[in-house]
């Protein structure tokens, strides 16, 4: 079975741009979290989603938004975008909300100039 | 509110010797505990996890985790160290509501001599 996918992989946007990143979970998985990693420090919660309702929300501004859809893929989505945001984006999936055992992606590296 | 602390975050060790990495955490009820590995440019591969039962968990790659509750512990060994363990290891704890939200340490860089 295919594993977590991200995309883009890599993406390069200027400041006050607006991005957004795809996530498509493992096969029969329900719940994606959205992680963002800042160089030299451990993954941040951001999102999670669980049957395409908002179930989790870490420590970030409302420009940051996501949705997930009918087949349980996802989207983050950040608005006027900040150097700050530069980070790894990961996803994370896992078969039902309350699943301790989640799946990440390989990541979207979003540089922002 | 739970927290993770990673002691050292780089490490130097020989190719065949032990390698240690330590992890402590600060929650009110003991939480699920999991140690993830990352290459370079890659994501984030689950090692080894403890939920409940014994406390001496077995992961991937010879790797190895022991939960100590008396002393909030739950730190990452292998006897022997590899080229390949060349990596950076995230500590992470979540709540044993689930919901999905992982609390990760700041990474430990492992580097390996030879």
């Known amino acids: 079975d295919a594993g977590v996918t991200q995309s883009p992989t890599h993406l390069i946007k200027t400041r006050g741009q607006q991005v957004t990143l795809r996530c498509s979970p493992i096969s029969g998985h329900k719940s994606v979290s959205w992680y963002q990693q800042v160089l030299g420090q451990g993954p941040q919660f951001i999102f999670q989603?669980?049957?395409?309702?908002?179930?989790g929300r870490g420590n970030f501004p409302d420009r940051f938004s996501a949705r997930q859809f009918p087949n349980y893929s996802s989207e983050l989505n950040v608005n006027a975008l900040l150097l700050g945001d530069s980070a790894l984006y990961l996803c994370a999936s896992s078969w039902r909300q309350s699943s301790y055992e989640q799946y990440f992606g390989p990541g979207t590296r979003l540089t922002v100039t | 509110a739970q927290s993770v602390t990673q002691l050292g975050s780089h490490v130097s060790v020989s190719e065949g010797a032990l390698v240690l990495l330590r992890c402590n955490y600060s929650s009110s009820v003991p939480p699920y505990l999991f140690w993830y590995v990352q290459y370079p440019n890659q994501g984030l591969q689950l090692l080894l996890k403890y939920t409940t039962g014994a406390t001496l968990v077995k992961g991937i790659n010879g790797f190895e985790a022991e939960f100590k509750k008396s002393e909030t512990s739950f730190h990452l060994t292998k006897p022997s160290a590899h080229m390949s363990d060349a990596a950076e290891y995230f500590c992470a704890v979540s709540d044993r509501t689930g919901w999905g939200k992982f609390q990760f340490g700041a990474g430990t860089q492992v580097v390996v001599t030879p």
């Open positions: 989603y669980y049957e395409k309702e908002e179930r």
